[in-house]
């Protein structure tokens, strides 16, 4: 599988959709600031922040998510794994990676069959009418990107349970 994928590739575009989804976080970031301090010293608060804020939220978690799988920043029970054996703990892991794949899987999927029905339905943002369907679009995006990532890590789960 990894003859199929150059690690370093897929890694440095993982990290580049990061940087998006970094500036993503600035800008929601400078837009609630923005928000807060036209709200209490002006009276006038800006009228899309919150609609706008939610819709870079999709795009920080979206495009976020595969790199922290990458760097396995996810959340781990550490407690229990560390006290097996390792083919143990890579049995575990093939298990738990198996899973996550089947679970994301179904949410990719679903994510699609749901971005379809908001284009086709023309479903736009309440205050600007942005359309929403690339947003949905991002989320299958991001989430066909980490279910890749944890498929990676499943092949390498496999060869550690084969390792002497």
Known sequence: MSTL?????????ITHLNKISQLALALMM???AADVIL?????????????????????????????CGIDKGHVGVDILANNMPKRLQAIF?????????????????RTFVQMEYVAGNRIT??????????????VAFGFSLFTLV?????????TGVFKK
């Open 5 to 13: 994928i150059n690690r370093k590739t897929f890694r440095a575009a």
């Open 30 to 32: 400078f837009l609630t």
């Open 39 to 67: 709200r209490y010293l002006f009276n006038s608060p800006i009228i899309f922040a919150q609609e706008v804020t939610e819709l870079l939220l999709v795009i920080v978690v979206s495009l976020g998510i595969s790199l």
């Open 93 to 109: 892991d093939c298990f738990t990676n198996l899973i996550t794949i089947v679970f994301f899987s179904i949410i990719v999927w």
């Open 125 to 138: 943002s309440l205050v600007l009418f942005i359309p929403l369907y690339p947003f949905v679009g991002i």
């Open 150 to 158: 944890i498929i990676l890590d499943f092949f390498d789960s496999i």
